[in-house]
């Protein structure tokens, strides 16, 4: 293959890859693209299915994100149920589980993340069910029905945004849900300290059961089909389903056999490039070094598509790093949480609105100035906050804390 014969490959059809792909079809690239994805489906949206799919109330065509026939019109090949298993950067080319092989002129890792499984291993541990992908929901779903069925609970190992929403969405059909927390508290990395005890709250009034500090010892598959599960202390716990929240692992074992930088994913600069020539990465796969040294990876959507975007761009020669402020969400029950910002190293927080109610804002200031914004049913506030942080002027402390000052005028103009 030639360079007048320009094929882009991407592994991995999720929220990432498909970006890229478009991307580069939007950008004037008329060469081939080869968009690889190991699971059975287009590409489909994943926040849902810890939400809405759950409790049925979304249908399969709303989960998609782009149908087979948009992709063929816009003359991306993609292949579903196709696994790359390694790249040979020398020649070039990938290798697809079955012995074919792709050759590349630009290659793009789109391969997303695994869920951590519990250290229990055998049969009981393969009763813990964890959500990545579609067939996780569809069987965790089912789980729930027999739970519903059985009237038996739902344990919930993990209280991070994935368990919580699972819980909410159990909650809401009816079943009895128990939460089991390791930490003294839900979300303890993302969250202050009253936001923690506010969603506590908000999970306790309806009706989730919560336990913190919780150590499991073992976990016992009973004959019936019920999981039982052993917490240190002694407590046990039986369960109709079990589902294990507690964090991903990034998908970076095929850069690093092909000896692509990797700590804890595939190193990325600001434009996506990984260490090796002309091979890019973005979204969960990914981790990025911060200008003071730091680590930084993010699961989301917006750094999925952010990060998918840039690093097409720059397989087509075009520098454009991106530097927006990260953004996430999340629901539970009636509450949308929207998160702007990085708030970790965060030395003060000031609420704005009122945390008796269900709508507010915690503006959180590192040396004065704004670096992240948590909000509550507040959409105003956090699109207003993911303008003006990283902006030239940030809000002081005083300024939040006055209810009568008006944050907008401090949008660039
Ligand atoms: C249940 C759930 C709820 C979520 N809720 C939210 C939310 O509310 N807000 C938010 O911002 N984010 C949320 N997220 C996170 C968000 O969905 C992810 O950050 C985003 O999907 C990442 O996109 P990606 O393209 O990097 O990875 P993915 O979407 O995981 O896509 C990667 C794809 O690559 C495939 N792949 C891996 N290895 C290979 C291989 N060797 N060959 C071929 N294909 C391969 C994988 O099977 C997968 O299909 C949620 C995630 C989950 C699972």
Known sequence: MTQSDPHI???GAGQAGLQAAETLRSNAFDGRITLLGNEPHPPYHRPPLSKAWLTDELNPGQLSIRDVSVLERKNIDFRAGVRVSAIDIEDRSVLLHGGDRLAYT???LATGATPRRLPHNGAAGDAIRVLRSREDADRIALGLKDCAERELPLIVIGGGFIGLEIAASARKLGIAVTVLEAAPRLLERAFTRELSD???QLHLSHGAHLVFDARIASI????DGATTIQLADGRSFVAGLAVAGIGVRPNDELAQAAGIACDNGILVDDCGCTSAPNIVAAGDCTVRRLSDGTLLRLE???????QGRAAALALLGTRKPFVATPWFWSD???IKLQIAGLSRGADSHVVRGDMTGHSFSIFHFRAGRLIAVDSINAAKDHMLARQIIGGEV???VEQVNDPSFNLATLRAK
Do not use: C, F, K, R
């Not at 016992?220 to 004959?223: C, M, Q, V």
């Not at 989301?300 to 952010?306: L, M, R, T």
């Open 9 to 11: 490959v991407i592994v």
């Open 106 to 108: 630009g290659l793009m």
């Open 198 to 200: 506010w969603y506590a």
């Open 220 to 223: 016992d598959a009973t004959s």
């Open 300 to 306: 989301s959507v917006q750094n999925a598509v952010e």
């Open 332 to 334: 539970q029950y009636d």
């Open 394 to 396: 940030s809000p002081t």
